[in-house]
């Protein structure tokens, strides 16, 4: 995988991809806002009608819906992204709450980060997001949760970490009392692995983000 060259002051294109409710998009919106996040939204890209579309668009961000059901295969679905982001010169997608698969192109290698609700590698994979998430961490009995800004790969949630922050697991939790406490965190974490992105001080060596 390569690594991402030192662009210490140029303020970086993101594109992000959503499915929900768009609160994350809507954090990084509110931080770059207010000059806190040295980052722009080139392009917001929804694989469906959602509210986070309605929110970007109220924000006037850019915003395009693809859904993956009007693509005739994977393949054809993921080149319609790549030419979006494409488009809109995007130097780092952000998977926000994104639910479609999309085949990351060479070019994108690196590139592509996204929010996991827990600490991987435990509770990641393949049909695990949303409460099934936070359910199978109480089920485990788990004292502590979190979550993971990760490099995305072709495999589902294993990709190279670069940011994770924890949140208790408290007595008497629920799937919705732990996903909000950890949802806390997750809106510090997405902003801090962007700005390490944007800062140039990421280098990815095999499984592991070192961070100058
Ligand atoms: C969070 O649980 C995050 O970890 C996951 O999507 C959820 C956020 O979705 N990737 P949204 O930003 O509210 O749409």
């Given at each position: 995988?390569?690594?991402?060259?030192?662009q210490?002051?140029?303020?970086?294109?993101?594109?992000?991809?959503?499915?929900g409710?768009g609160?994350t998009?809507?954090?990084?919106?509110?931080l770059?806002?207010?000059?806190?996040?040295?980052?722009?939204?080139?392009?917001v890209?929804?694989?469906?009608?959602?509210?986070?579309?309605e929110?970007?668009?109220?924000?006037?961000?850019?915003?395009?819906?693809?859904?993956?059901?009007?693509?005739?295969?994977?393949?054809?679905?993921?080149?319609?992204?790549?030419?979006?982001?494409d488009g809109?010169?995007?130097?780092?997608?952000?998977?926000?709450?994104?639910?479609?698969?999309?085949?990351?192109?060479?070019?994108?290698?690196?590139?592509?980060?996204?929010?996991?609700?827990?600490?991987?590698?435990?509770?990641?994979?393949?049909?695990?997001?949303?409460?099934?998430?936070?359910?199978?961490?109480?089920?485990?009995?788990?004292?502590?949760?979190?979550?993971?800004?990760?490099?995305?790969?072709?495999?589902?949630?294993?990709?190279?970490i670069?940011?994770q922050r924890?949140?208790?697991?408290?007595?008497?939790?629920t799937?919705?009392?732990?996903?909000?406490?950890?949802?806390?965190?997750?809106?510090?974490?997405?902003?801090?692995?962007?700005?390490?992105?944007?800062?140039?001080?990421?280098?990815?060596?095999g499984?592991?983000?070192?961070v100058?």
């Amino acid at each position: 995988m390569p690594t991402q060259s030192d662009q210490p002051t140029k303020p970086i294109r993101l594109g992000v991809l959503i499915s929900g409710s768009g609160r994350t998009l809507m954090n990084l919106h509110a931080l770059i806002s207010a000059g806190e996040l040295p980052v722009r939204v080139a392009v917001v890209i929804a694989s469906r009608h959602c509210k986070g579309e309605e929110l970007a668009r109220e924000a006037g961000l850019a915003v395009e819906v693809v859904p993956y059901r009007k693509a005739a295969d994977v393949h054809q679905y993921s080149q319609r992204i790549t030419a979006l982001l494409d488009g809109a010169s995007v130097d780092l997608v952000v998977m926000a709450g994104f639910l479609s698969l999309w085949h990351i192109p060479p070019p994108y290698e690196g590139r592509v980060i996204n929010i996991h609700p827990a600490l991987l590698p435990s509770f990641g994979g393949r049909g695990m997001y949303g409460h099934v998430v936070h359910e199978a961490v109480l089920a485990a009995g788990c004292k502590v949760s979190g979550c993971t800004v990760h490099f995305v790969t072709n495999e589902y949630d294993r990709g190279p970490i670069i940011v994770q922050r924890t949140a208790p697991v408290l007595e008497g939790d629920t799937p919705d009392s732990l996903a909000a406490r950890v949802f806390q965190e997750e809106l510090l974490a997405m902003p801090e692995a962007i700005r390490l992105f944007a800062q140039g001080r990421l280098r990815i060596e095999g499984q592991v983000v070192h961070v100058r």
